[in-house]
Nanobody
Framework: QVQVVESGGGLVQPGGSLRLSCTVS????????MAWHRQAPGKQRELVAL???????HYEVSAKGRFTISRDNSNNTAYLQMNRLEPEDTAVYYC???????????WGQGTQVTVSS
């Protein structure tokens, strides 16, 4: 059984920073791409950034220049460093991972990020 757990969300003022973590555990050997998505109230879930096991990184326009994605392959953990946060970044942030062992993708339960003064 594969488990994906996000952490690090919270309430932050505009201009502040947060660091999200996503850890994958279970009967797996490795993890392919790890991606951060977010879903704001009343909106569709959208991609924020992704990183492959080889280190290829992609950012959506909303994240470029403010967010940094990274990962530690030794413990199957991905991070999303978010700087200069804006109220428009308020959303539930989800981690999605690809597991080559079974060819499936798994989602975490999400972590709430609220940017407000």
């Amino acid at each position: 059984q594969v488990q994906v757990v996000e952490s690090g969300g919270g309430l932050v003022q505009p201009g502040g920073s947060l660091r999200l973590s996503c850890t994958v555990s279970g009967n797996i050997f490795d993890v392919n791409a790890m991606a951060w998505h977010r879903q704001a109230p009343g909106k569709q879930r959208e991609l924020v950034a992704l990183i492959t096991s080889a280190g290829y990184i992609h950012y959506e326009v909303s994240a470029k220049g403010r967010f940094t994605i990274s990962r530690d392959n030794s413990n199957n953990t991905a991070y999303l460093q978010m700087n200069r946060l804006e109220p428009e970044d308020t959303a539930v942030y989800y981690c999605k991972v690809g597991v080559p062992m079974d060819g499936q993708h798994y989602w975490g339960q999400g972590t709430q990020v609220t940017v407000s003064s």
